[in-house]
């Protein structure tokens, strides 16, 4: 597979990698489990944040290191048996991993209309929605409201 791809999105704005894996994949016409083994590796490896996994990923989608550490650090980076590294701090796991995902219904739909017909392009689950902590949106302060 020639890298970077030809379709590949625009990584949004507090996105997670799993988000944007999951964009990459529907760009491409694929499931992201299909595709994660496509560009290398099983899809766990993307879950767990591997760096081979990572980098993989940036190559694929011709992501500048600066750009893949972004989405790294709004997914939240394991940092030991149950730490995570987000947003530059220390966090237990289970505060950033829930298993009801939420998100901001306004921002969603605001990426939905923003690319009509097409929301693998930008919409996008946000990192600060992953925080146990956080039930409110910090654009347009809305309670998150369970996805699934
Ligand atoms: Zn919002």
Redesign the pocket.
């Known amino acids: 597979m020639p890298f970077p791809l030809p379709l590949r999105p625009l990584p949004a704005p507090r996105e997670t990698v799993l988000s944007y894996l999951s964009r990459f994949a529907a760009m491409n016409a694929a499931e992201m489990s299909d595709f994660s083994i496509d560009l290398g590796h099983q899809i766990r490896r993307f879950l767990d944040l591997e760096t081979a996994a990572l980098d993989c990923l940036a190559e694929a989608a011709g992501l500048e290191p600066a750009i893949r550490d972004e989405l790294a650090s709004w997914t939240g980076v394991p940092a030991g048996d149950v730490r995570m590294a987000f947003r530059g701090e220390a966090f237990v796991s289970r505060a950033l991993r829930n298993p009801v995902m939420r998100g901001?219904p306004?921002?969603l739909q605001e990426d939905a209309q923003a690319t009509p017909g097409h929301p693998e392009r930008l919409m996008a689950m946000r990192g600060d929605w992953l925080l146990r902590s956080v039930n409110i949106?910090c654009?347009?302060h809305?309670p998150l409201v369970p996805l699934w």
């Open positions: 901001c306004l921002c949106c654009r347009h809305h």
